[in-house]
């Protein structure tokens, strides 16, 4: 398609890239089919064709308004689109501009500016989110429905690091924000995991949310903010070679981490760092994945002949992971390495409605989702979800019939038997 | 052509002269039906001398033929390249056939004569020559007037060329027999539909189901192991398609007194009727011959009962009944369209006033 | 030739103005009107709203309505239809937007009537073998929902994974599988839909035979001008138990269509036949790498269905005859997975040119078989002459070709060569005895060439048909048949460029 853009905007540094994005849309349609929301909606402007078109229009006119912006929130950011776009158009691109430069221009009224910066406040300041998540779980039973779902019920356990010795690998570990507080069982897991083939992992003194919740609310700034707090807390390892490089445990941060380049783009001291390490940035599953050969002996115990598999676990790849980051099939090998049985569900493309913040800004829509994806998740007669991101691990648990799980935590218990077995048979 | 076209302009002119109605006729294979019996205030136009194939390419899948070619002359040629006209239309005139928009019992599989219509030549109550659809496969340019003029009966104007798509004929064919009644027929039907097997006709009568398979030689072989039944002796069972094709032969000729002669055409998986006395069943049950007491008039309500529509094949008119409301008023305005004068008469609705 | 080109497109932007004169409505009024009268999760108009609308697949026509409807059911749009008969506004039904001939390019003073929330299957009937469908239910979504009962709907455009039943009615959608299965008349047995004042109407009959005239086939393929579609019936056949994908490189296009001529002359009808050349070989191979040989001229795929038996016959035939017609390699589809991939990328084919250019126009003549070398050899001619590249995806097993022109819309004057271009490739296919559409229909795009294509009295025939369902025109206006004048123009605009000197062979 053809793009004029306004003289407003001349010489800001998005606008190339965007019009780039633009120009290849060549308009047919395909992407719509596979958007969540247009889905729901039926009008075009909630499908990935209309908001690039609203960006276009946005571009060309330089005029925002609050229905714009409406659009743009409905989205999910998934990128089912993206992967369904034969003429290879970034969505993720084009939106993003349409975020920051509506948050720019300033649209919004006060109360919803407030409560979007109020969310992103709280979501990523963990001693805030603890205490909340803290008091929430003592109230829950007096909570209205709606908000006691969304606190998560178990009380986390304590757990230890585990000491790898003489690691053959050292890896950073992404902290993030939400996952600690209210999932370390996560991290614990990959720990585990992790150091059984003699990968060590640590969190960075000064390093925190990746600041993907920022961005996507379109508060750029914020969220360079906090790239730039990482990656130095991350760099000088990094460069001594101690620390091969950054693993995250929420898919939804490692496909953050991986566009720290261009977030960072333009900063003089950082930018080039940012670039290298969002290079060297890996899903936890991909770092995995590589010893997978090792791992496999763990589910030995589980069924002697090789062949037998315990227990029925379907796998919903979170949109980052499947979409974003474009891993598809990794994890389902690396659980039936560890002798569990994974059966497909349905429209296993569709996003599960929980898109970080999105679950709590936009409730009908995601609930609509998350309904939809727990009975397709039930109808597969799994016993149990395993998923690859907090945000989708809440949002499931939320709004479906089965437990769920990050697929570490399923990989490790299992492992994590298994080490067990061999210590009690040296004994 | 100019010929032709000069004579249709003539028969107008005569019609409209004389204050008459014109009637368009081919070979007059269909004349012993009801309606097409011709009115005394009718100007006859006939395309009987309007012969000779146009066009016929074998690689191109289709055949050109003027109006007035007999169908068994088209197939006899299209016969010489292993080729052959799977809706198998009735015989007489190809004008006719696709005026009558009938199609044989190899309709079943490979669609009805209105889908195998590529393109059409019409001479129009108004006396233009209009073209309409081409000799291509595929084709969307323009609304599909070829395939409206299908079954039109003479009524949108008089066709003057018509072209049919063509298929490679099956190297095997294979008709098998089996004794059943109509229910046990229907079920029968029901069951098959479903499944990939190489069908290409299915007509039941008086106790016995006939099933035609054709495709490739192992393939039918294969069908025919799957689905049992007797296998019927080749000529004879060529002898009963023709037959059937032709609606010759005793359920469509040889009527009792006192009684009516009706088509049903009903939806697949219709249970039998239960209704006067059925004389045959065609393509999976959806066409169904029945006999009841003339003057009935109740099989109107009860084909539209199941979801179909009754065609009254003897006796007096109206033999159709046109649709009402918003359609009926559709159709009218349509012919107004291709006859303004409404100077030209044929089809089994009656005659409007 | 400058000239030309600003004449063509005054005439077609006059054109518009023509029909749009007819219609011209008091804006402000009518909206309110409507505003009050239609819920507003039904109704868009803000500028930006209805700007996603203003085109379909064909992002160089373009037109911004005065608002566009959303209907939820069947009640709805026929409400929606009264309140613009009301109010004579004119009406553009839209689908998915996929079309390619600016079918559903919005009047400007009309509203565009989406029939995308009308997404339900209403019912498969695996017995009876059909499946009742909402209009605004995708193509791939019938297939889908039939697939458990091993049944599925045959045509399949390349776009099925996006456009509409309803779309695909009005436009008689075809497929890769038209050759063996026939295109959407051939699958569709009752319509249900309303006309433009919204009286309500069934065409067609679930008995398989229509009774009268045959309007199920006028309004399958009548680009949304006769009707608005709100529920279709469509036949269901068994899913072949096997089926076999052949994919063959030739060193030149030509071999390639005699290996399809040769194919077809064997008494084989193949399910699906395709070409591809080279560019659209390397645009799709970015998108997808499915493993098309990259450096061959042509790619063929030859896919053969139907029971074990049938298979195992015919493809050994087709292997052998590909061998014979030169071609250098044959790679047979191990198994579902890499078919299904096979095709993925001839179905991509279109939008994967995106990634080679900024813009791509889709041309969609049909030729006899026969006439394709010639015809090929006359595309790569232009491509000289109007100094723009041109890629070239068939249907070949049926003759219907889609040159994909590339252009940059935001270089001054390409688009207008683009055009000039495609115009050039169809009155070409015309005189080679072929039609100006295979499948993507006449629309907006390619109104002109329908006066090359048909007579006066024929185009007058049109405009009656039209009328008997639509007096005043007011459903999608301004496409398909061109008025008189506008062929007039172009008739004269032609003669002076001299593009086209055998305007006068007999056709048919
Ligand atoms: C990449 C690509 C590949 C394609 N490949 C093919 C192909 O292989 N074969 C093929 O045939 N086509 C193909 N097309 C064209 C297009 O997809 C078809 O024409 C399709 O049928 C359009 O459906 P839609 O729902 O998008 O309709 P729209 O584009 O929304 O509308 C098309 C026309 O139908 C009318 N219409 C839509 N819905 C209704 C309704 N409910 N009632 C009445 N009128 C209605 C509109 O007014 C308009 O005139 C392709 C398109 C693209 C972009
Ligand atoms: S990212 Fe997801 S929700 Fe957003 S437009 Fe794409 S498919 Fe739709
Ligand atoms: S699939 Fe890609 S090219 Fe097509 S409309 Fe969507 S974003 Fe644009």
Same mark, same amino acid.
């Given at each position: 398609m053809e793009v004029r853009a306004a003289s407003l905007f001349a010489g800001r540094n998005w606008l190339k890239g965007v019009e780039e994005e633009l120009r290849r849309c060549v308009h047919c349609g395909f992407c719509t089919a596979s958007c969540p929301t247009y889905r729901l909606l039926? %009008?075009?402007? %909630?499908g990935p064709r209309g908001r690039i078109y609203l960006v276009k229009e946005l571009v060309e006119r330089g005029v925002v308004t609050r229905s714009m912006v409406r659009h743009f929130d409905r989205c999910l950011t998934c990128r089912a689109c993206e992967r369904s776009c034969p003429s290879g158009v970034q969505y993720h691109r084009v939106v993003a501009v349409g975020r920051a430069v509506s948050e720019e221009m300033g649209v919004r009224p006060f109360f919803e500016r407030w409560r979007r910066g109020g969310l992103a406040w709280w979501v990523t300041h963990r001693a805030l989110l603890r205490w909340a998540v803290g008091v929430g779980r003592t109230v829950r039973p007096f909570l209205p429905k709606g908000l006691a779902r969304l606190v998560p019920p178990r009380a986390p356990r304590e757990w230890q690091w585990p000491s790898v010795s003489e690691p053959r690998e050292r890896w950073w570990l992404l902290e993030g924000c939400v996952q600690p507080v209210v999932r370390p069982e996560v991290d614990q897991a990959a720990a585990t995991v992790l150091g059984v083939v003699g990968v060590e992992v640590a969190y960075a003194r000064g390093s925190g949310c990746c600041g993907a919740v920022d961005f996507h609310l379109g508060r750029v700034e914020v969220a360079r903010a906090r790239a730039r707090a990482n990656v130095r807390a991350w760099w000088p390892a990094f460069a001594a070679g101690e620390r091969k490089g950054v693993v995250a445990t929420a898919s939804g941060c490692a496909a953050f981490l991986r566009e720290y380049g261009e977030l960072l783009e333009g900063d003089e001291v950082w930018g080039e760092a940012a670039a290298v390490l969002g290079r060297e940035t890996l899903d936890v599953s991909e770092l995995v994945a590589r010893f997978a050969g090792e791992l496999r002996r763990h589910g030995r115990e589980e069924h002697p002949n090789g062949r037998e598999r315990r227990g029925k676990v379907v796998f919903q790849a979170p949109c980052s992971l499947q979409h974003g980051l474009g891993i598809v099939g990794v994890v389902e090998g690396l659980l039936e390495g560890v002798g569990w049985q994974v059966v497909k569900a349905d429209d296993d493309r569709w996003c599960c409605g929980s898109a970080g913040t999105y679950s709590v800004l936009e409730r009908g829509l995601a609930a609509r989702l998350g309904r939809e994806k727990g009975e397709t998740l039930a109808a597969t007669g799994a016993e149990v979800v395993a998923t690859a991101n907090i945000g989708c691990l809440l949002h499931l648990s939320a709004y479906g019939r089965l437990p769920v799980r990050h697929w570490l935590e399923l990989v490790a218990e299992r492992v994590a038997r298994e080490e067990e077995r061999v210590a009690r048979r040296r004994r | 052509m100019e010929e032709v076209v000069s004579r249709w302009r003539e028969s107008l002119a005569e019609a409209r002269a004389r204050g008459k109605m014109v009637r368009v006729v081919g070979k007059d294979s269909k004349g012993w039906l009801p309606w097409c019996r011709r009115g005394a205030d009718e100007v006859v136009f006939s395309m009987q001398d309007w012969q000779g194939v146009v066009r016929y390419e074998p690689s191109e899948l289709f055949v050109t033929v003027r109006a007035g070619t007999d169908v068994a002359e088209v197939e006899e040629m299209l016969a010489e390249r292993g080729q052959w006209l799977g809706f198998e239309p009735p015989p007489g005139s190809v004008g006719g056939a696709t005026a009558s928009g009938w199609s044989g019992p190899g309709a079943w599989r490979y669609g009805s004569l209105r889908g195998a219509v590529l393109g059409v030549r019409l001479l129009d109550g108004a006396g233009r020559l209009l073209r309409f659809g081409g000799e291509v496969i595929k084709n969307v340019a323009g609304f599909d007037v070829a395939r409206l003029v299908v079954g039109s009966w003479g009524r949108l104007g008089a066709i003057v060329e018509v072209t049919w798509r063509v298929w490679p004929k099956p190297a095997a064919v294979r008709t098998l027999c089996f004794e059943m009644g109509e229910g046990e027929a229907l079920a029968f039907a029901d069951r098959l539909r479903p499944r990939a097997l190489p069908l290409s006709a299915f007509f039941w009568s008086n106790g016995r189901l006939w099933l035609r398979l054709a495709g490739g030689e192992r393939a039918v072989a294969h069908g025919r192991e799957e689905v049992g039944g007797e296998e019927v002796e080749e000529e004879m069972a060529a002898a009963l398609w023709r037959q059937v094709r032709a609606l010759d032969g005793e359920p469509w000729r040889a009527v009792p007194e006192g009684m009516a002669l009706w088509r049903l055409a009903v939806p697949p998986g219709t249970p039998p009727l239960g209704m006067g006395k059925i004389l045959a069943c065609e393509r999976g049950g959806t066409v169904r011959w029945v006999l009841v007491p003339a003057g009935e008039e109740g099989v109107w309500k009860r084909a539209e009962e199941v979801g179909g529509w009754a065609w009254r094949?003897? #006796?007096? #008119?109206?033999w159709q009944q046109r649709r009402q409301g918003a359609v009926g008023e559709i159709e009218e305005r349509l012919q107004a369209v291709f006859d303004p004068e409404g100077r030209l008469s044929g089809g089994p609705w009656g005659r409007e006033e | 030739m400058g000239r030309d080109w600003e004449a063509m497109l005054s005439a077609r932007v006059r054109a518009w103005e023509e029909g749009e004169r007819l219609f011209r409505v008091e804006r402000e009024e009518t909206l309110a009107q409507l505003r009050a009268t239609l819920p507003r999760e039904v109704l868009r108009w803000q500028p930006e709203e209805v700007a996603v609308y203003e085109c379909d697949g064909l992002p160089a026509l373009r037109e911004r309505p005065l608002a566009v409807a959303l209907p939820r059911d069947t009640a709805e749009v026929q409400e929606v239809l009264r309140v613009c008969a009301r109010l004579g506004v004119p009406v553009v039904a839209r689908g998915a937007g996929t079309g390619l001939s600016g079918g559903a390019l919005p009047c400007r003073d009309g509203v565009v009537l989406s029939l995308?929330?009308?997404?339900?299957?209403l019912e498969v009937d695996p017995v009876r073998c059909w499946a009742r469908v909402e209009a605004g239910v995708r193509n791939l979504a019938i297939s889908e929902a039939a697939a458990t009962f091993g049944l599925f709907y045959a @045509?399949? @455009?390349?776009s099925q994974v996006a456009c509409t039943i309803g779309g695909n009615v009005a436009e008689n959608a075809g497929g890769v599988h038209c050759l063996k299965y026939g295109v959407t008349v051939h699958h569709v047995l009752e319509v249900r839909g309303f006309t433009v004042d919204g009286e309500e109407v069934v065409l067609g009959s679930t008995a398989e035979e229509e009774p009268g005239f045959g309007l199920l086939p006028l309004v399958v393929g009548s680009e949304g001008m006769l009707a608005v579609v709100t529920e279709v019936t469509v036949r269901l056949l068994p899913t072949p138990p096997a089926v076999e994908c052949v994919l063959a490189a030739f060193d030149s296009v030509r071999a390639a269509g005699e290996a399809v001529a040769a194919i077809i002359a064997a008494g084989i009808v193949p399910a699906g036949l395709e070409m591809m050349d080279r560019g659209s070989v390397a645009a799709v191979e970015t998108f997808m790498p499915v493993g098309y040989p990259k450096d061959a001229a042509a790619v063929l795929l030859c896919e053969v269905d139907g029971r074990p038996e049938e298979v195992e016959e015919e493809l050994p035939q087709v292997l052998d005859l590909l061998h014979t017609h030169g071609a250098r390699e044959v790679r047979v589809a191990r198994n579902a997975q890499e078919r299904a991939q096979f095709w993925a990328g001839r179905k991509a084919a279109f939008p994967a040119a995106g990634r080679v250019s900024p813009d791509y126009y889709c041309v969609d003549g049909t030729i006899p078989r026969r006439a394709l070398g010639e015809m090929l050899e006359a595309i790569a001619e232009m491509e000289q002459r109007y100094g723009l590249r041109c890629l070239n995806v068939f249907h070949a097993g049926d003759g219907n070709l889609h040159p994909l022109i590339l252009f940059d819309g935001s270089r001054e004057g390409e688009w207008e060569r683009a055009e000039a271009f495609g115009a050039e490739i169809l009155e070409r296919s015309v005189a080679l005895g072929g039609t100006i559409t295979g499948e993507h229909g006449v629309g907006a795009e390619k109104i002109n060439q329908m006066c090359v294509q048909f007579s006066r009295e024929e185009r007058a025939v049109f405009f009656g048909v039209r009328a008997a369902f639509d007096r005043d025109g007011r459903l999608n206006p301004g496409k398909m048949i061109p008025s008189l004048p506008r062929c007039v123009e172009y008739g004269r605009m032609r003669v002076r460029g001299g593009a086209l000197p055998f305007a006068n062979l007999p056709r048919f």
């Open positions: 039926g %009008d075009e402007l %909630d | 094949w003897t #006796g007096e #008119g109206p | 995308a929330r009308l997404n339900r299957v @045509p399949d @455009p390349s």
